[in-house]
Structure formats: C-alpha cells, structure tokens
C-alpha cells in the first residue's frame, strides 16, 4: 500500500493511493467506520495510521478494496488534482540518518577529503531536524549567504511501526512499518567549518526532502534488493542497490535502539551510496534553479527544485 499526505482543497489529509492511479481521502472514505480504528483513519493523519498498527491498516485495506471497486466515490481525488506534501510532515521526532554506509560513498569521501576513514566497526548516526522536512515538488532554498556548497545525498528510508528499546537483530524487521524516500541535503562548507560533524550542515531548513510514498513493508519482498538513484536536471549521478549498504536494516535498528526507544513514525535514512557532488573532480555543487530527482523504483520518485531565498539567508 502507498501511503501519503496530501493538500487538496486547503487541507492536509492523509491519502491512499488506488489501483487506478487515483488517491483515496481515507478519512472522508471512513465516514461510516465505527470505534476507535474509524476514529483513526477519520483523523487523517498518516502519523496516526502509522501509530495505530495492524487494526488501521486492515481497515485501511478493506478501504481501498471497496474504492478499487467502485466505492467512496466523494473521498476520491484524481492524482493531478491533489499536492503531495511529505509522508509525515511534522515528524515527532528528529529524523534519525545513518552516514557512511556504502563502501564506495566512503572511498570517494576518503579521497575527495585526503583522509583515510574507512569502514567504521558502528554504524555514525546523525539528526535533521522537523524544519527541514518538505515534500516532493516542494522548494530546496539556497541561503547563498549560508552557504555555496550544497549538495545532495539519496537514501532509503524507513518508517517504524512498532515501539522496542534494545531490539534484537532477529526482530528488527517486525518493528519496520513501510519505507520512503530521502534526500539528504548538505552544506558541505557549514559541515567543515563547524569541525565536521554532521548535524548543522545537514540541519538547514527544506534540507530533507521526503516522499512520495510511505509504501508498506508487505509491498516490499527485498528492501535490500532495491535500485536507487538520483540526477541533476536529467544527468544521473547516484546508482546503486541497496544491498550495497554495509549495515543492513536490521543492525541498523538493533544498533540505533541500544538504549534508545525507537516509537512509531520515527524515521531511519539508510545511507547514501557514490556520486556526490562534493566528490566529483572539480567539485559540482547545487545551484538556483537545479531539480534534484530521487528515484527508487518501488516508491516512486522524490523531485525537487533547488531556489536561492530572496535575500540570501
């Protein structure tokens, strides 16, 4: 199933895409549903569907069963009729991202960087902020007087479904919702200048483009079996498997939850394989009126256009 929230008639409202192309108003489809599973889906919010588990989604799928046959005409929107904003627009909680997870991402860092880091024994988790989420369609803003060197980062994303603090390798995959796509956006400059860490370089607002879909994890057989790219104004720079990714899913959740209470609607950005801009021999980074397209097949594609703000910060 392919999960979205949509703006249409000067709302937000969580959406369901159907077998036609057409999305689905879930709330305005689950009019009549009684109890507390119809007062979710009336809630129209994706964070609330995430939240409420197996019960939502079975209703959910019994939902678009009766649209894909005809029902639920009112709650129906044609696809070109509604904006798709990020899955979950306001995330309860920083966006969790994993760096260095492709063993030909750090060969090209190490080398652009003339260090030698190699592999680390941990996977390196960072933050983005809720201020940097934004849509598919949605502007990328250059702050030219923040920084020149923006560049961009491809990476699948995962959505948690079930609360664990310390979950087992073993289980990891059960605590997994549905997947996403996600651009992490950096300033490369800001990144060395405060010392190289990751956060305020990848913290600038509109920095992590987040879409189109949540597409669930029964949707998905192999999600380490998944292509994914990216391009600049049509010129492909990233493509990879993400069975390439040097920490799978599942360390990556046992690892991240050491200590940690993962909840349902948090988000885990897997990592981005070779090609960034920064890497490239001269350097190529991210201008006014560039798109960025984020495509991993599956899920669809995340496009973005990069504009300076009007007064340069």
Known sequence: MHLATIAVHDRK????????????DIAGAANGLAGD???????????????????????LRTLVADADGGAHAEARHAFAGVTLLAPIPAPRKNVFCVGRNYAAHIAEGDRAQNKNVGVTEHP???????????GTGADIPLFPAVSESIDYEVELAVIIGKSGRNIAHAAAMDHVYGYTILNDITARDVQRRH??????????????????????????????????????????RQRSTTASMIFDIPTLIASL???????????????????????????????DGDTVVCDIPPIGRLANTVRRVADGR
């Open 124 to 134: 390196v988790y960072f933050t983005k902020p809720l201020t940097a989420v934004i």
């Open 257 to 287: 939850s050491e200590g940690l209470t993962l909840e349902p609607g948090d988000i885990i950005a897997t990592g981005t394989p070779s090609g960034v801009g920064y890497a490239m021999e001269p350097p190529r980074f991210l201008g």
């Open 13 to 24: 409202a969580a959406a369901v895409r159907l077998a036609d192309g057409s999305v689905l």
């Open 195 to 236: 010392g190289g860490q990751y956060f305020k370089g990848k913290a600038l607002d509109g920095s992590c483009p987040l879409g189109p879909w949540i597409v669930t994890a029964d949707a998905i057989d192999d999600p380490h079996g998944l292509s994914i790219s990216l391009s600049v104004n049509g010129e492909e």
């Open 37 to 59: 599973v119809g007062e979710t889906l009336r809630a129209g919010s994706v964070q609330a569907i995430v939240e409420a588990g197996a019960p939502a989604l079975e209703a």
